[in-house]
RNA sequence: GCCCAGGUGGCGAAAUUGGUAGACGCGAUAGGUUUAGGACCUAUUGUCCAUAAGGACUUGGGAGUUCGAGUCUCCCCUUGGGCACCA
């Protein structure tokens, strides 16, 4: 050894081998003749003028890796690239340097692409695409066009989301933070942020383009069972559809031929529904408002409309509402229920109406509880009830639960009681002779499921138990019902009754407990009676004197009203959403809820009182933008033709250089003012006609560029049918997750729709998507307004793009993100120098036995790694590799080969310049990707592991031959010293052997 | 409030899916090399006790299942992220 080399300076290699790449086309397939084609996307930018930072480069590091090792793998992987330039991102930019859109794209795009270029991933570059050239939009105008026909892009005046600051309409994904209380809120009608910018939104209403995205609602959810996804960007996919099943009732006006049409999931309930309540927009109110209420409602109406301009964010969601005036009839009970309007109601979901059941709807009942509304249970609910009582004056009557026995006659006349109401109770039974052994008591107690849900009783010495319990558990319960506790004077007591009592009562358990009530008469005797004072004192109990009824001494336990005053306690006074039993209600009494539904509702559908009805959250999706720098929506208006698209062969609708072009906050597109982009002639008529000005959402844009990457090169259609056949759906799609619910479903929706339009033959865009994790600075997101924002350009400059992009990588789990850190990216360049030196300066020599396990070992380990994206471990075993290296100060030809063919996926101009250096031919990229040998893998020694008692006291090592031998083993095992002082004077009750692992003495 | 993902050394993180916890890297300490610093090389590095051999403890907390738990079950705490008056 000792061949000198010289230093390793990527600077020297890295824009050579770019140069190189592309120059020989390496990563430029051939779209209509490739063999195995692989489609390896990641989500396209929307090219910042500051440049890239290192979030970006991470997702696109990730998703290259992959590619890479893909084409290793022998397909021919098409890895494009492309700016998402168009929309209000970019826009807002210009706004802020001051510059004209076009200008500025065109800046962010040269600098975009020289960063692009500089991070050496195999992008095929002869196939760009940027969402604002006129040969982009110009399809992108064409699919609103085929959308327009298909009936599903429409017109409609709707309140919408409008944003001050950006001066547009944003869609009712693009506003955030709805709804959060602040501190000096009033209610509004439910403002967000902009997404963009962060300002409040208003609600403006204005004629809008819709797409029917909600036709799509039940294949967009159903689909997700059969595409290979990101489970967690599956489930918020699924919560944004919001898909709801239940049921559409109609209750009909009292004295009048008007019929609201209600929706509920809750069905079951309906014998509950205690009033009805509009949303304060519903079209009926107006129609059944009685004369006296007709100030109140149109006041109230007016007031909540207000409210919603007003920009400020609800505070506590304080209800309101007023009375119609009218009553309708609930449809099953024939009861005249008062019909109500609210703004807890929303016309946009539903029917805008509900039927209210205050005694299982959280919302329902703080209205009913405000407004003075009747409140009507009807499911009894699955709650648990523990009763724990007290010592007996005799000991021997203590199980004895029969009504002879005082104690137990209470306690089987409260458990009847709760029962019938729906609890599970529970008697805890304590051991004979009794002893008061809180240890004891405690063991058994908690075996019972006590939950936020559960009513505790304690008797007598009881009370002490739980209270004690309480206090050291934290528990949250229901409620504490403490019948005459006693508490007896420690000085007097025997030493286990002292050591019961020997707790303090902890103040925590006043928070956990929703009510403690105290239950005690008045002839109980003093000592009883101060307990009761003690506890009510630190519990803030309120204590319940049974006054002159004398029920509740010790002797005399067991009268019919004990249990009654248990319901009335129990029953009622909180609203409860859970499980249970159907109550009060008619032939429904008795059926289980949830899991009986479907009875209750064929049983609705059989009386003809409603039908079962599935709601969606999903919303259409809201297409114009009241802005400049979008793609123009192709419509034209004609006095005579009407709403007319632009035909065909007029696309694209060129966006106009305007000098005006900053947004207006008119609620119009600067491109109205542009006259002689608005004035045109009908496409039909030929007449005087009008073009719609606004622009469309740049989601449009991204929805469908992956086809269009195929298809460059074609001018006369968006995409070529063939190419679309041989290349879609996209095999690896790699993105943010902050996209889940936006990007991700606009472009499914679209897929769908050219579907259904016959232009392809797949319904699902992406086979596969794996969400990147974020790169957080210092712990913060990062944002241009914190000035954290890292560009890669420093770190290509001081380490090269090879070290950045393994840095990365090397940083956590591609899902996971990463803290980006300055200080442990020496690491990572260190490594590549060592790679750089050793790869060159170390003698080949033939492979030892040793050297081909741990090579074969690496290629297995690393294709698994990369293969799952977990590129920190593959990171890790390449280092392993090299450290064997190091540490050998030699390694075969092959094994090198095999590094470099290992390591070019992850730093890919480092690979190719010693792939060359070692004396291989051009490229180390067009190599195929190193199998291994499991006859390597396998280990002629094996090393087991010796336990005494589960824990680990040797290890002794054997022939892998040997492995089988368990009494052989057994032998040696016991032979070592070290687990001889263990395995001394005991015998071995156990012996548990796995096979080449671990044998496990068991002793006494 | 609901849903999702996390919580392992000083730090980023591993762990064959129930079998020696802490791979790999950063940082730190000591030594070598160097005029010096840097770079590089070698060794050590979870915590505690012990002069040592050695021992005990340890994966947010508590209980449980098991010969054996970071991994499985239950409860709790906590940090991110998403959704939210959705009927």
């Given at each position: 050894?000792?061949?000198?080399v010289d230093?390793y ?11 190189k ?6 990563y ?11 489609y390896?996307l ?20 990730g998703s ?11 397909n ?5 690239i492309g700016l ?18 076009k ?31 006129p040969?982009?939009?110009?399809w992108?105008q ?5 959308l ?25 994904e ?11 809120g ?10 963009r ?17 909600t ?22 996919q ?12 109609e ?21 509950g ?19 006296e ?10 007031k909540?409309?207000?409210?919603s ?29 008062p ?6 109601v929303?016309m946009?979901?539903g ?26 249970q ?11 009582h ?28 709760l ?10 039974l ?7 052994d ?8 908690e075996k ?5 849900e ?23 319960v ?6 005459a506790?006693?508490?007896?004077a ?22 956990n ?10 002839n109980?005797?003093?000592r009883?009676k ?5 506890f009510r ?52 009494d ?18 003809g ?5 599935t ?48 947004p207006?906050?008119?609620g ?7 006259e ?33 990457y195929?298809?460059?090169?074609f001018?006369d ?9 041989k ?5 690896m ?48 997101k ?9 560009n890669?350009?420093?770190?290509v ?21 990463g ?7 020496e690491?990572?360049?260190?490594f ?18 040793e050297?081909k ?23 890790a075993?390449?280092?392993?590799l090299l ?17 470099l ?9 480092i690979?190719?310049?010693?792939w ?22 396998h ?5 087991i ?24 083993i ?16 005991k015998?071995?009750k ?6 080449g ?8």
């Open positions: 050894m000792g061949k000198t230093k300076i990527p600077s020297n290699i890295e824009s050579k081998w770019q140069k790449w592309r120059d020989e086309k390496i430029q397939p051939d779209l209509d003749k490739a063999k195995k084609p692989f390896n990641m989500m396209f930018p929307y090219p910042s003028a500051e440049g890239m930072h290192v979030g970006n480069m991470y997702a696109f590091t290259d890796i992959y590619g890479r090792y893909q084409r290793m793998k022998g021919d992987v098409f890895e494009p998402d330039g168009f929309g209000i991102h970019s826009e807002n930019y210009a706004i802020k340097v001051g510059r004209h859109p200008e500025q794209a065109k800046i962010s795009q040269e600098n975009f692409y020289r960063q692009l270029h500089a991070i050496g991933n195999a992008f095929d570059w002869t196939r760009t695409v940027e969402t604002y050239d040969n982009y939009y110009k992108t064409w699919i609103f066009v085929q327009f026909k298909a009936g599903l892009a429409y017109r409609k005046k709707a309140p919408v989301n409008f944003c001050p600051s950006c001066k547009t309409v944003l869609a009712d693009q506003v955030i933070e709805a709804r959060l209380p602040s501190p000096a009033e209610a509004t009608g439910g403002q967000g942020k902009c997404e910018c962060g300002s409040i939104v208003e609600k403006k209403e204005l004629e809008q383009w819709f797409f029917r995205i036709k799509y609602a039940e294949k967009l959810l159903e689909n997700l069972e059969k595409i290979d996804w990101s489970e967690k960007v599956k489930i918020a699924k919560n944004w559809i919001g898909k709801s099943e239940g049921a559409e009732i209750f009909r006006i009292d004295n009048s031929e008007f019929k609201i049409k209600v929706f509920t999931t809750r069905p079951d309930t309906i014998f529904a205690t009033y009805v309540v509009l949303a304060p927009d519903h079209p009926i109110v107006e129609k059944i408002t009685t004369r209420q007709k100030e109140l409602v149109e006041k109230y109406i007016k909540t409309r207000k409210l301009n007003l920009n400020k964010i609800r505070e506590e969601r304080e209800k309101t509402g007023v009375f119609t005036g009218s009553y309708c009839i609930n449809p099953v009970n024939k009861e005249k229920i019909v109500w309007i609210a703004d807890y929303e946009g979901y029917t805008g109406a509900i039927m209210a059941v205050p005694a299982h709807d959280e919302r329902d009942f703080e209205f009913a509880k405000k407004f003075g509304l009747p409140i009507k009807v499911i009894s609910p699955k709650r648990t009830c523990v009763i724990v007290g010592c007996p004056s005799n000991k021997e009557n203590l199980i004895d639960l029969s009504p002879k026995n005082p104690t137990g006659h209470w306690i089987q006349w409260a458990r009847r009681g029962e019938k109401i729906g609890y599970k109770v529970y008697i805890p304590m051991p004979i002779p009794w002893e008061p809180y240890e004891t008591w405690k063991k058994e107690f019972i499921l006590v939950n936020e559960s009513v505790l009783i304690g008797h007598s010495c009881g009370c002490s138990f739980l209270v004690r319990w309480l206090g050291e558990s934290k528990k949250k229901k409620k504490l019902i403490l019948v506790p006693a508490k007896i420690k000085e007097n007591a025997s030493e286990a009754i002292k050591k019961l009592y020997d707790f303090e009562i902890n103040q925590e358990i006043k928070k407990i929703s009510e403690v009530v105290i239950f005690i008469s008045d109980e005797e003093e009883i101060k307990s009761a004072e003690m004192e630190s519990l803030g109990a309120s204590l319940i004197e049974l006054t002159g009824k004398g029920h509740f001494t010790y002797d005399d336990m067991g009268t019919d009203e004990f249990p009654e005053l248990l319901n009335i306690v129990i029953s009622l006074e909180e609203v409860y959403i859970g499980e249970g039993k159907i109550i009060n209600s008619g032939e429904l008795g059926l289980k809820v949830p899991s009986e539904m479907d009875k209750v509702l064929k049983w609705i559908e059989k009386k009182i409603g039908k079962r009805q709601q969606f959250h999903l919303r259409d999706w809201l297409v114009s933008r009241q802005r400049y720098w979008g793609a123009p929506i192709p419509i034209i208006y004609c006095d005579k033709c009407g709403v007319q698209p632009v035909s065909e062969k007029d696309l694209p609708v060129l966006l106009p250089d305007v000098k005006d072009w900053k207006k906050g008119t119009k597109s600067p491109l109205a003012t542009v002689s982009f608005v004035n045109t002639s009908c496409p039909k008529c030929n007449g005087k006609a009008v073009r719609e000005t606004d622009v469309c959402d740049t989601f449009l844009d991204s929805a469908w560029y992956f086809f269009r195929t298809s460059t090169e001018n259609k968006a995409f070529d049918s063939e190419r679309v056949k290349w879609l759906p996209v095999d799609y790699i993105g943010g997750a902050e996209h889940a619910v936006l990007h991700l479903l606009y472009s499914r929706f679209m897929t769908m729709v050219l579907k259904d339009l016959g232009f392809i033959q797949f319904d699902e865009p992406y086979k596969k998507f794996r969400a990147h994790g974020l790169i957080i600075a210092e712990g913060k990062m944002s241009k307004s914190k000035g954290n924002v890292i890669p350009d420093d770190y400059k001081k380490y090269g793009a090879d070290t950045l992009r393994m840095y990365l990588m090397f940083m956590g789990p591609f899902a996971d993100g803290d980006f850190r300055d200080a442990a990216i690491g990572i360049y260190r590549l120098t060592r790679v750089w030196q050793l790869i060159q300066s170390t003698d080949d020599k033939d492979s030892t036995r050297e396990k741990i090579l074969n070992k690496t290629i297995k380990e690393v294709t698994k790694d990369i293969e799952s994206l977990n590129y920190n471990t593959a990171i075993r390449l280092m392993e450290n064997f290296i190091s540490r050998e100060n030699s390694a075969s030809l092959e094994t090198k080969e095999n590094l063919l290992l390591l070019s996926p992850f730093a890919p101009h690979a190719e310049e010693l060359g250096r070692i004396g291989q031919k051009f490229s180390v990229h067009r190599q195929s990707w190193p199998s291994f040998d499991e006859k390597y893998l280990e002629e020694e094996v090393t592991v010796v336990q005494v008692n589960g824990k680990f006291r040797d290890s002794i090592k054997i022939q892998s031959s040997e492995s089988k031998a368990q009494n052989h057994e032998e040696i095992a016991r032979k070592s010293g070290k687990v001889l002082k263990y395995l001394e004077g015998e071995t156990q012996l548990i052997y796995i096979e692992k671990i044998i496990n003495f068991v002793t006494n």
